[in-house]
């Protein structure tokens, strides 16, 4: 690098420091409590250790400085809300100013995420997009479509782990992932999996959905403290990784999309969330010349592969916590099973219609995301206007930080937050639904709620239905205790542990096999595409 060329470059950074300590000065005036910032770099010295969970970094600030308070680094603000009522004030209420999302440089920009539906702004297009998943997954007209692929794929799943009966963490979550992609890919796109063996796509797509996990992390990578507002540096070794992801994330958004296109022209087509966009702007065309336009095109693509990006990894994190809740807490496991049992018997499968019949199960179910919810530190919101709470200034351009692990711990919510009961949600103990906070705020609330929800229920009934879930045991014969710790992480899995999982009965195995005999492995559609451009990323 030339003199002249560094001398000004170490200008442009002063005089950028300089701005952002500006932008500090201003910024502190009013904000709620926190710890005091250094000159310039501001609370970088408060930012969450290496390997730390942020959600238990973050609540020893509340006990400090009380249910809401702030950071700044650079000049962002981040705010935290340990309060349900906070949260509710901030998001639910004002969500006309809080339902934007932090547009990190490197992460949505450099990587290609800024077309992603999670990180686009509260504009025309973020509303349409959730509104289009809603009515081709949520509306029960749609459960004609969604239920008999939850229904199947579920099935396939107990068929996977009734081979692998007792095994270790990787393996459930290998399992629980190609449960979580075959779902989706064949709901997305009409797409068939092999579930005997490896397919393409599905790595591709879970390559992209960890990528897209990572980058999710406010503050995660230190160039986004510095380059919000300016290009990268030139010779950057983020620079090689960003142009790697991005062609990677294109490859996912284009490979299944093309798949649908082409098996529409041969008129061989299954019906799906792609297909069916595509039949709703082809039909509200006046030309009907059958062609799509790059817009609308763009549109349904980046739309279908936001279901991959806001549910895979949450699928797999939440039958994790699963397992180890059934482990820590067999009484609750056996008390779900005498009600399966005595609901449905044990000449069958339980199904999506059971739901209404099985209390003790639902309120399961709600537990699981309580005990341990999977995103505890919440989706961050970008505040876009100024607001004001408990006489604090919450800035425009603020990050919006919910403390979910906090608002389902909360012991004068739930007592013995500890302890997996799901009665605390059943009559007269009646305590609050936990979805309410652990699938979002406001504006941003999960667009498929209800769908997820439908996943984990029907795969919880089907584990529990043929399954016992219990320790591993040793060489020696003794029980492997576990100790349950999660990853850090925006999506948080459990560490990994030994388990056990195992046929209640003979019977019980045969009804799995049954199963798998009504609905043999399908034949991979991975033969239809063209993954050329793509093998270099995997």
Known sequence: MSRSLFQGLVVGVFIFVLYR????????????????PLPLLGNVRDLPPK???????????????????SITVLGHTLIFMHSREAA?????????????RPSLSWAVKACGYDKLLPFLQNNETHVRGRKAIHRQMNIPAAAARTSPVLHVEVRRFLKRVLDCPSIHEPQLTRNSARLATAIILKLTYGYSVDSSRDDPLVKLIEVESKNFTTIATPMAWLVDL???????????AFKETAKKWKALLEQAVDIPYKFVIDQ??????????????????????????????SEEENFIKWTAITLFGASADTTVATIE??????????????????????????GRLPCLDDRDKLPYLDALTKEVSRWSPVVPMGAAHLAQEDMSYDGHLIPTGAFLLPA????????EVYPAPDVFDPTRYLSPRNEPDPRLVTFGFGRRVCAGQNFAEKTNFLSFAAMLSVFRISKAVDAEGMEIEIEFELN??????????????APRSAAHAELIRSAEAEYPPEESDAVHLDFSKAAQYL
């Open 404 to 411: 979910v692990w906090w608002f389902c711990h909360d012991p």
């Open 488 to 501: 850090p992480g925006v999506v948080c899995h459990p560490k990994a542990h030994a388990y056990k999982i």
């Open 321 to 346: 916590v699963f397992i180890a809740a059934m482990i820590k807490f067999p009484k609750v496991q056996e008390k779900a099973q005498e009600e399966i049992d005595r609901v449905i018997g044990s």
């Open 264 to 293: 529409r022209k041969r008129q061989s087509h299954r019906p799906s969330f792609v297909s069916g966009l595509l039949d709703e702007v082809l039909h509200d065309k006046s030309t009907g010349d059958g062609q799509v336009d």
């Open 88 to 100: 509710h004030e901030i998001l639910e209420k004002n969500a006309h100013k809080s339902a934007g």
């Open 21 to 36: 300590y500006r932008q500090q000065r201003r910024a502190l005036i009013g904000l709620p409590p926190g710890p005091r």
């Open 226 to 236: 510095w380059i919000t507002y300016r290009p990268a540096p030139p010779g950057a």
């Open 51 to 69: 390997g730390c969970q942020e959600y238990r970094h973050w609540l020893t600030h509340k006990d400090v400085y009380g249910p809401v308070s």
